[in-house]
């Protein structure tokens, strides 16, 4: 695709909106699906039939809205009048407000904070635009930057953009991206690859789910400027196969790039050729870690390997391979659009721009977000998020997943950024944030993913597959009030062995759920332990313990 | 010893190892399609079994022990037919403090089986998930791959007696 014939698409889509006064968007990501959302818009449809409004107002799916807890959602455009809640018989009533008052029972204020308080760059797009189509993307100023870089920047300049902006992995770990591409772009080999990892393993986390399902071009877009960067002709997108809607939309997308010419060979009239490819994951934890991610795109057992040699140096089929996250990959097309400087103008001094959480748990609205680097979790929780709900107190926020650990309420004034989490014992992660009221016990969150690691240890290295069967063992035996001070002690040796000796990240960050409860609930567990008692009153305790 | 690149055939007449053909064959017979190829065997068969996995390795040029060692080794292969309907309990994060726990202990009560097994009848299967990323609305279940949200027990015990008795 050419730069003329971007911009020519992009005018007839935007005069193609103009030919319509009114439009109606209905959420069409998994969250609002799973609520009925199909049938409302076909209710949508006919009542806009039936009102003899064909033509004039089309009933458009896009995607996330965000606000997934009051979905399923839409939007009346160009009012930007929202409804919540929606049920197809309120179809009719919708379409008829479209030339009056709008119907108040269905409205959702846009108000609220927790639409005040975003700011929107990897999900400028979701819920605007229609997924499956690449035209609208265009017309949301997608493909300018792949542009740019073919035409006007060099590699250099392309990798400095985004060093400029301070971005971040968005994966968990935080590693400078500029300086992961750069490593990549000067090892001297003729294959390279670019991996986007979209292996979302963290249970209580969907934000790469919901950017693949709301605008998945634009992390195709991310990918061909960064194979363009580092030198490689071939990329792929390893996603999890629990992911139905996104793998059919991202090969939807892929169609629709490879037919315009931004994805294939000669992209706009250049010299440079990028392919992509889906490989799917089939549900295991561990692939998310990158050596593990390589082994299993290769056909095998998804089994990490000792680093270095990293992956830059030595990844998929042993050539120097760039792996980011879906979310950083997301991030590149607003850097390279507006500059690094726009990008690093957010956030704090060294976590710049924006995150997207996904919000869930004890918490009024549950949902997507996307704010700012450096919010603090008040803010997040308590503004963004609503509170918790049904007058409980709030009690701690989990945060990493299975590699994180638990805020608890003395740290809600901090702000949120890579350096901050860590101190206070977890981890950024990808972004999950569950929200947990007084009705849950921290010996049973530990207990639970205890468990999960344990499963999911791929069994390579003993540290991880013994030493996580045997703090889970623990954790039961104090959870059911069989264990005595001892085993205490046990579990925070085991906690200090497991996480020096592992073999991978998996292993490395187990105990970090363990190590962050002991840190700021101790008595929890003493109370199990001493005392035989759950004070949250989730965990049965055996009676005869007493005895 | 180098195996034979004859042609390999298929395990039964049946037409649907022509999309399996048809997926290895898009890879080249690349010995790194063999999950691709897992994966285009269980959506076509529903569960991978030994004359699939002896067919996969051969035409892919991998030992049997490395076929096996992926199709167990991850958790969306099954070895074993599924029930008419399935039943799946999330059991990530946000679903668990919301309940999934008493979900999973009426999914065991209503049906007399543990996660991963199938009532006798072959009619059901339950199953766990370990996120299914429909975290906004948990406590989540997937009766037949639909998401059903804020799902309660006395809900769950409804939807599986439909299955049970019909």
Redesign the interface.
């Known amino acids: 695709m050419t730069p003329e014939q971007l911009n020519q698409i992009a005018t007839e889509e935007a005069a193609a909106r103009q030919s319509v006064p009114q439009r109606l968007l209905v959420c069409m990501a998994a969250g609002c699906i799973s609520s009925n959302g199909e049938a409302v818009k076909k209710s949508l449809e006919s009542a806009v039939k039936a009102a003899g409004m064909n033509g004039t107002c089309p009933v458009t799916g896009v995607g996330c809205m965000g606000l997934c807890s009051r979905g399923p959602l839409v939007s009346a455009e160009p009012s930007g009048i929202l409804y919540q809640d929606v049920a197809p018989t309120d179809a009719g009533e919708i379409v008829q407000s479209l030339s009056g008052e709008p119907v108040a029972r269905l409205q959702c204020s846009r108000d609220l904070p927790f639409f005040k308080r975003q700011v929107g760059v990897v999900l400028e797009n979701s819920g605007r635009i229609n997924p499956e189509r690449l035209e609208d993307y265009v017309a949301a100023k997608g493909y300018e930057a792949l542009v740019q870089a073919l035409t006007e920047m060099s590699r250099a300049e392309v990798i400095e953009q985004v060093s400029r902006s301070g971005l971040r992995g968005r994966g968990g770990a935080g590693y400078p991206t500029g300086l992961k591409w750069s490593t990549v772009s000067k090892a001297q080999s003729t294959t390279k690859y670019v991996v986007c990892n979209a292996d979302e393993g963290d249970p209580g986390a969907f934000m790469d789910r919901s950017v693949l399902e709301s605008d998945p071009q634009r992390v195709l877009e991310g990918m061909i400027i960064a194979g363009y960067a580092v030198g490689a002709s071939r990329g792929y997108i390893y996603v999890r196969a629990e992911y139905p809607l996104a793998i059919t939309r991202l090969n939807t997308a892929i169609r629709q790039a490879k037919h315009h010419g931004v994805l294939g060979t000669q992209i706009a009239n250049t010299e440079f050729d990028f392919d992509i490819d889906l490989r799917l994951g089939a549900g295991a934890f561990v692939c998310g870690e990158e050596t593990a991610l390589i082994a299993s795109i290769e056909g095998g057992r998804g089994t990490p390997r000792p680093r270095p040699p990293y992956p830059a140096q030595a990844g998929l089929y042993g050539a120097p391979t760039l792996i980011n996250n879906v979310e950083t990959f997301a991030n590149i097309p607003a850097i390279i659009r507006n500059g690094g400087d726009w990008y690093a103008a957010m956030g704090t001094s060294r976590s710049k721009g924006t995150k997207v959480f996904a919000l869930t748990g004890k918490i009024n609205c549950t949902g997507l977000i996307e704010v700012p680097m450096g919010m603090s979790l008040r803010e997040i929780i308590f503004e963004v998020g609503g509170g918790v709900p049904e007058g409980r107190k709030f009690k701690a926020v989990q945060t990493g997943g299975p590699s994180g650990g638990c805020i608890p309420e003395q740290f809600l004034d901090m702000p949120v950024d890579y350096d901050s989490l860590a101190q206070a014992g977890s981890i950024m992660g990808s972004g999950g944030m569950i929200v947990m009221d007084d009705s849950s016990c921290m010996v049973d969150v530990a207990k639970y993913f205890m468990e999960f690691c344990m499963s999911e240890s791929c069994g390579k290295c003993i540290p991880c597959r013994a030493g996580t069967a045997q703090m889970y063992d623990l954790l039961a035996k104090i959870s059911e009030g069989r264990a005595s001070l001892n085993d205490l002690a046990m579990l925070e040796d085991l906690c200090d062995m497991v996480k020096n000796t592992s073999l991978c990240g998996l292993g490395q960050s187990a105990p970090n759920p363990v190590v962050s409860t002991l840190r700021y609930f101790r008595d929890e567990y003493l109370a199990h332990i001493q005392e035989k008692k759950c004070p949250a009153g989730v965990c049965a305790i055996k009676q005869e313990a007493n005895a | 010893m180098p195996i034979a690149l004859g042609k390999v055939s298929p395990p039964s007449e049946d037409k649907r190892w022509k999309i399996v053909g048809a997926t290895m064959r898009r890879h080249g017979f ?7 190829t ?2 285009t065997v269980q959506q076509s068969f529903g569960f991978l079994d030994r004359p699939s996995l002896e067919y996969v390795a051969q035409s892919l040029r ?1 030992p049997l022990s ?1 076929a096996f ?2 199709a167990t ?5 099954s070895l074993k037919p599924p029930g008419e309907h399935t039943c799946v309990v999330c ?4 679903c ?3 309940g999934a726990p008493q979900l999973l202990g009426e999914l065991e009560q209503s049906l007399g089986i543990t996660p991963g097994e199938t009532t006798p009848d072959g009619r059901v299967s339950a199953l766990t ?10 406590p ?1 279940a997937l009766f037949d791959g ?4 804020r799902l309660s027990a006395k809900d769950m015990q409804g939807r599986l007696q439909k299955w049970v008795s019909a």
């Open positions: 690349s010995r790194n399609a063999l999950i691709e897992l994966h991998v490395k060692g992926v080794f991850y958790h969306y292969f059991l990530g994060t946000a668990y403090i919301k998930a370990r996120c299914v990323g429909s975290c906004s609305l948990a989540v639909e998401v059903a949200a």
